[in-house]
């Protein structure tokens, strides 16, 4: 059974950074694409960004793109996101997820972490 546990969420002001971590845990790390996915108060999850098992494919959300970066450790077990000139929009809780694989914005991942709140304030 996959199990993710997301860590580094907080709060911080407009134009921080943030990084997020995912820990993966109870598979071979390496046969699975990961991702990341956002959620709004009563609103469905939003497709962040993604990585293959190798870390030589990334997609990314219209709205991160250029201002977020997804990467992975495969000797760590972890991916993690790297959140540059956060805005109140990107306020949200953030998901980890997992798929034996590639996951992309149409896919459903079939493994999904607890979450971590960020919050981007002025």
């Known amino acids: 059974q996959v199990q993710l546990e997301e860590s580094g969420g907080g709060s911080v002001q407009i134009g921080d950074s943030l990084s997020l971590s995912c820990a993966f845990s109870g598979r071979t790390f390496d046969r699975y694409g990961m991702g990341w996915s956002r959620q709004y108060p009563g609103k469905e999850r939003e497709f962040v960004a993604s990585?293959?098992?190798?870390?030589?494919?990334?997609y990314y959300g219209d709205s991160v793109k250029g201002r977020f970066t997804i990467s992975r450790d495969n000797a760590k077990n972890t991916v993690y996101l790297q959140m540059n000139r956060l805005q109140p929009g990107d306020t949200a809780t953030y998901y980890c997820?997992?798929?034996?694989?590639?996951?992309?914005?149409?896919?459903?991942?079939?493994?999904w972490g607890q979450g971590t709140q960020v919050t981007v304030s002025s």
């Open positions: 997820a997992a798929a034996p694989w590639l996951i992309l914005p149409s896919t459903v991942p079939g493994y």
């Open positions: 990585i293959n098992w190798s870390g030589g494919t990334t």
